[in-house]
């Protein structure tokens, strides 16, 4: 049910940007992108989402491209402690918010 | 502190017993859902309820019987448990059905 693809795994230097990609291609116009992330043994943390337009909080970044088809997060300054499984979810705008997780990206930060 | 607790944190049992797990919620969120997360650590939605009332019921074996006595509950009752239940359960809860969701940290059944 998934309709996003991340690549499996990545690694990032501690204090450097990690970005990380998530194709989205088949995305309709209504659907949001999700970031979620899952830390070992915790319950999954939201992180960011938007709809067309890029995005900015306290956590992170999420850029859309212009068609909707990608997306990539950003951590600016990655630290030990976000190393944990990231998910890219995309949901319709309706009335039963159904996040459909995929197998998402294992970011490991390394000192 | 904790904004969505469940109880218990880890569970085993033999298979065919009954076990409920509870989950309570802080934040006054009017939508609350239950996962399972098998142990390929696909994460799948069971069921959601939105004000007491069940919005989505994702093909689960009517062994699995969510039950919320209020909005800040949502209990999750397991009849004659299987081999294949065995996983983690989250829940989660959201201000209404678009919001992002804030989910518990799971409670790990063990089926031996």
């Known amino acids: 049910d998934a309709k996003t693809t991340q690549p499996p795994s990545m690694d990032c230097a501690e204090g450097r940007a990690a970005n990380l990609p998530c194709n989205h291609s088949?995305?309709?116009?209504?659907?949001?992108v999700y970031w979620y992330r899952q830390i070992h043994s915790q319950g999954p943390q939201y992180i960011i989402h938007?709809?067309?337009n890029n995005e900015t909080n306290e956590m992170a970044s999420l850029i859309i491209t212009e068609d909707r088809k990608s997306s990539t997060l950003i951590l600016p300054h990655a630290t030990l402690r976000d190393t944990a499984v990231y998910y890219c979810i995309v949901r319709v705008a309706d009335n039963f918010n159904k996040f459909y997780f995929g197998s998402g990206t294992k970011l490991n930060v390394k000192p | 502190d904790t904004a969505v607790s469940q109880t218990p944190k880890y569970l085993v049992t033999q298979m065919g017993n009954d076990k409920s797990i509870k989950c309570e919620q802080n934040?006054?969120?009017?939508?609350m859902y239950w996962y399972k997360q098998d142990s390929k650590k696909f994460l799948k939605i069971m069921f959601s309820?939105?004000?007491?009332?069940?919005?989505i019921n994702e093909t689960v074996p009517n062994r699995f019987s969510p039950k919320s006595p209020d909005k800040a509950h949502l209990n999750l009752h397991i009849n004659s448990l299987e081999l294949g239940d065995s996983a983690v359960y989250f829940c989660a809860s959201s201000q209404d059905s678009h919001q992002p969701q804030h989910f518990g940290d799971g409670t790990r059944l063990s089926i031996l």
């Open positions: 309820y939105n004000n007491k009332e069940l919005i």
């Open positions: 938007g709809l067309k």
């Open positions: 934040l006054g969120h009017d939508t």
């Open positions: 088949t995305i309709s116009g209504n659907e949001y």
